[in-house]
């Protein structure tokens, strides 16, 4: 059951700012950091040495499907603790736009990795390169995707290919937003919301 103690997790008196709670905030920021790393990792991996290519790949894959993983455990942990509210010197107009910008936000956070699994499935060389998660253990391809017709899996791998690409765009978009509204409510607003987040 979630409780106020949960909802104002981490307020030392009446008059701190409600925070999230400890598991949603390690939540936000392991993710936040993971997300960061793999945009470096994928954007730096065609000016690599041929050498360095595929370990950086294959870390950008097991870092997505980590940030997979986490994500939907984020939305489960949300589902059941209340986040703190926004603070009601916010227009109801700034308060609906965030609860949008954050449904997308979860939703480009399983969608990225899924279609970066979906679009490594229909590799050509799938079947005979597995994929590990870390080099620890091998992690599954989806079935039907690798075990389409040569011509189909062609096809599906392009599109794949292109979603994810797209889906990158949007996501880094959103990030820009997300964290110029922060901003702008610390800086200009002077209503904090970052102090409900930080570690």
Do not use: Q
Request: hydrophobic share 50%.
């Amino acid at each position: 059951m979630n409780t106020e103690a949960d909802t104002l997790a981490g307020s030392t008196d009446a008059a701190s700012p409600p925070r999230y709670t400890r598991i949603a905030i390690v939540l936000h920021w392991l993710i936040a950091l993971l997300i960061i790393a793999n945009v470096v990792l994928g954007l730096s991996a065609e000016s690599l040495p041929d050498d360095w290519v595929r370990p950086v790949i294959d870390t950008h894959k097991s870092i997505g499907i980590t940030v997979l993983g986490l994500a939907l455990l984020r939305i489960l942990w949300r589902v059941s603790h209340r986040p703190p509210p926004l603070p009601r010197e916010f227009p109801a107009w700034e308060k609906g736009a965030a609860h949008l910008a954050h449904f997308a936000l979860y939703l480009l956070m399983i969608g990225l990795p899924l279609s970066g699994w979906l679009h490594d499935s229909a590799w050509k060389d799938a079947a005979t390169h597995p994929m590990h998660w870390f080099g620890l253990f091998e992690w599954p391809r989806i079935g039907y995707v690798m075990r389409a017709e040569p011509a189909l899996r062609e096809s599906l791998h392009d599109r794949f290919g292109a979603l994810h690409t797209w889906l990158g765009y949007a996501l880094y978009a959103l990030l820009a937003m997300h964290i110029g509204g922060a901003l702008k409510h610390e800086w200009i607003d002077r209503k904090s919301v970052l102090k409900r987040m930080a570690p």
